[in-house]
């Protein structure tokens, strides 16, 4: 039986205070590219979603060395995305005692970084296969369940 070593590894930033439209702006940016090039990126846009973007790659990229002993020049943004939360909702105080009504819209943003080193597949039975194929089909089907690649808990809406 073949599996899949983790190559991949998260950051998730909760409840931070912007829209999601203008997160996912920089996000569209940054998604697919490279971990160096991604912080050049983030440096250069003029956008405040960038901050804390770069904060989360950053830390993804951080997990994945502590986690897997992966070199940063390895790594690749491979899923980013940003989903829209609660709406912190006040009222500020008007003339002649009315209120008016202020909506702060907050969104999560999550960052997933694979390292392309580690993608290939280890054989969990290496110690417990026998000589002989147990099938005659020279080449065998393979599933692999992704919670990243196919819906899973981070599905876009």
Same mark, same amino acid.
């Given at each position: 039986m073949?599996?899949? /070593?983790?190559?991949?590894?998260? !950051?998730?930033?909760?409840?931070?205070? =912007?829209?999601?439209?203008? *997160?996912?702006? %920089? $996000?569209?940016?940054?998604?697919?590219?490279?971990?160096?090039?991604?912080?050049?990126?983030?440096?250069?846009?003029?956008?405040?979603?960038?901050?804390?973007?770069? /904060?989360?790659?950053?830390?993804? !990229?951080?997990?994945?060395?502590?986690? =897997?002993?992966?070199?940063? *020049?390895?790594? %690749? $943004?491979?899923?980013?995305?940003?989903?829209?939360?609660?709406?912190?909702?006040?009222?500020?105080?008007?003339?002649?005692?009315?209120?008016?009504?202020?909506?702060?819209?907050?969104?999560?943003?999550?960052?997933?970084?694979?390292?392309?080193?580690?993608?290939?597949?280890?054989?969990?039975?290496?110690?417990?296969?026998?000589?002989?194929?147990?099938?005659?089909?020279?080449?065998?089907?393979?599933v692999?369940?992704?919670?990243y690649?196919?819906?899973?808990v981070?599905?876009?809406?």
């Amino acid at each position: 039986m073949l599996k899949k /070593k983790k190559t991949e590894v998260y !950051a998730l930033g909760q409840h931070i205070s =912007m829209s999601a439209h203008k *997160a996912r702006r %920089v $996000i569209d940016q940054i998604r697919g590219r490279s971990y160096e090039e991604t912080l050049m990126i983030l440096e250069l846009m003029p956008y405040r979603a960038c901050y804390p973007i770069f /904060k989360l790659v950053y830390s993804a !990229a951080a997990n994945a060395s502590y986690n =897997m002993d992966s070199n940063e *020049a390895n790594l %690749v $943004i491979s899923k980013a995305e940003v989903n829209e939360v609660t709406t912190v909702k006040k009222l500020k105080p008007r003339a002649r005692g009315h209120s008016y009504p202020i909506k702060r819209p907050t969104c999560h943003i999550t960052i997933v970084v694979k390292d392309i080193s580690l993608d290939e597949y280890v054989d969990i039975n290496y110690l417990t296969r026998s000589k002989k194929p147990r099938c005659k089909k020279k080449y065998a089907a393979m599933v692999y369940h992704d919670m990243y690649s196919n819906g899973g808990v981070w599905d876009k809406k």
